[in-house]
């Protein structure tokens, strides 16, 4: 597993989303409400750029007539077909077991540690000061 | 330090070569209402303005769209410059054209198109204007494309004569009717149009969709899009039904027809069953020389989008061996949501010839392409 650096904190403000490729990988990073997420941008059913989709809540019914709507902004819809991801997991709600999208684990890490630990980045100049959304891949 | 890291993904489908294909069912959109205006009589203009286009169907701003994404369409196929999805030629090349090697692509407009409206002189005059439009803004700028001759349906006369005004134009393939009309497709106000396409050469293709002032479902009209999407089985299989017994396979036997975006995998059935009650019933339908699943298979073909994507391959494959893999024109049905990826649909086990035709060579063959 390599670590890599994606960016400044400030370059990825609440409700942005970054495209990249690491490792020929299309991977596309989220910041939701200050928390970091990265999927694989691939969807596993028909191949669209599934991080392209709008983030949406997610409908669900203990019973017929009773609807709750949770999870605002947590749920990834896919711009094709519109099957649904979690986006903490990467897995699909039409079919959890048989279909879901790699998810990697995103982390913010202190400037000081980007420039000592085992990370990875070929286009930032890392700066001691900042903060830097990592991922693991 | 030797990572690869590019800040935007190439997209996939640009990586390598592929096969040619032809893609039955793409729809081009006019960027704005008044895209129309320079193919309309100016009468037209101040008429839409004032007045509207007026359907068969009740609700005409509720149905059509948005459905599921806006436009019903994909949400990455906007053009950068603007528009509604499908409107852009050059968007569409690159997007969707050049990266699946499509060599073949049918266009068949839908929205106001002049198809289901009860002013049928304002029908035709839509018609006509689209036809025209396909032609500047799609074929005439990019070989591969093939409009639909677009008729005034609900009026069988105008419909003839649009069709007979194309006839050997090779800017279009085929005769474009909706699956909901005002009455089953097999009834006699439709014949016209049957017979100008068998003289004119052209196949008709048969979209799902349409305002024909009826319920969606043979029901009355559901809750969910969800039941009308499935409810476009029920009215292909009214239309063909209704195509069969009113004879006019019989009246027209080198009529072909395309069954566009509602599926197949119900046709075997279909077929069956109109056979066991035909073995009773036949002395009602006299005019019929033989039996209705010999019409079927002899006379319509089918559009891939949507695909039955049954769990088990096999499902599907017994379903197309029924139909013939002769008879399927594979299609995307772009930009729309249900759009399908050329090279995700067809499951592993085809044999290349059988893929090939799929793919391409029926459609070439059916519309006549060399
Ligand atoms: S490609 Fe994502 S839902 Fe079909």
Not at chain 2, 288 to 315: A, C, G, N, V
Request: hydrophobic share 35%; with cysteine; net charge negative.
């Amino acid at each position: 597993m390599t670590r890599h650096v994606i960016a400044p904190v400030d370059e990825l403000p609440p409700g942005t989303r970054k495209f990249l490729t690491i490792d020929e990988r299309p991977i596309a990073i989220f910041n939701i409400n200050g928390e970091f997420f990265g999927l694989l941008n691939r969807c596993p059913h028909q191949g669209a750029a599934l991080c392209e989709g709008p983030l949406i809540g997610l409908a669900q019914s203990s019973n017929p007539g009773e609807i709750e709507y949770t999870r605002h902004g947590e749920i990834l819809r896919c711009p094709w077909h519109g099957w649904e991801f979690d986006i903490r997991t990467g897995q699909s709600y039409c079919d959890p077991k048989k279909f879901r999208t790699r998810a990697y684990p995103v982390n913010v890490e202190p400037g000081s540690s980007v420039v000592k630990g085992p990370y990875v980045a070929e286009t930032l100049a890392v700066s001691v000061e900042s903060d830097y959304v990592v991922v693991d891949l | 330090m030797n990572v690869q890291f590019r800040d935007r993904p190439e997209p996939a489908s640009s990586a390598s070569v592929k096969t040619a294909i032809a893609d039955c069912d793409i729809h081009p959109a006019r960027a704005t209402r008044d895209e129309l205006y320079p193919f309309l009589a100016r009468r037209w203009h101040g008429h839409l303005e004032t007045f509207g286009v007026h359907a068969y169907q009740g609700m005409m701003e509720g149905p059509p769209y948005p459905k599921t994404q806006p436009n019903a369409s994909r949400r990455d196929a906007w053009p950068p410059e603007g528009g509604q999805q499908g409107s852009s030629l050059s968007f569409m090349q690159k997007q969707h054209l050049d990266p699946n090697n499509v060599a073949l692509g049918v266009l068949n407009p839908l929205g106001a198109t002049g198809q289901g409206m009860r002013n049928h002189d304002l029908s035709a005059a839509l018609a006509t204007a689209i036809n025209d439009w396909q032609i500047e803004k799609w074929t005439s700028k990019d070989s591969r494309l093939k409009a639909s001759v677009v008729v005034a349906n609900e009026d069988g006369m105008a419909a003839a004569a649009e069709i007979r005004k194309r006839a050997g134009d090779r800017n279009f393939v085929q005769v474009l009717l909706l699956s909901r009309n005002v009455e089953p497709l097999g009834q006699r106000r439709y014949w016209p149009i049957y017979q100008a396409a068998e003289e004119a050469g052209l196949p008709v293709g048969v979209h799902a969709f349409g305002f024909g002032g009826n319920p969606i479902t043979a029901s009355g009209w559901p809750s969910y899009y969800i039941e009308e999407m499935v409810g476009h089985s029920q009215c292909q299989q009214t239309a063909l039904a209704s195509l069969v017994l009113e004879g006019v396979f019989e009246r027209h036997p080198k009529l072909k027809m395309i069954m566009i975006e509602a599926g197949f995998g119900w046709a075997p059935s279909l077929s069956w069953r109109l056979d066991k009650v035909f073995e009773k019933l036949h002395g009602e339908v006299p005019h019929l020389k033989r039996k209705p699943s010999e019409y079927l298979r002899d006379h319509i073909f089918w559009t891939t989008q949507p695909m039955e994507d049954p769990e088990r391959r096999d499902h599907l494959f017994d379903v197309i061996d029924w139909i013939g893999w002769d008879k399927l024109l594979f299609a995307t049905d772009y930009p729309h949501w249900d759009y399908d990826e050329p090279s995700r649909v067809l499951p592993a086990g085809v044999s290349d010839a059988n893929r090939e035709a799929f793919y391409l060579t029926n459609a070439l063959k059916l519309y006549g392409i060399s």
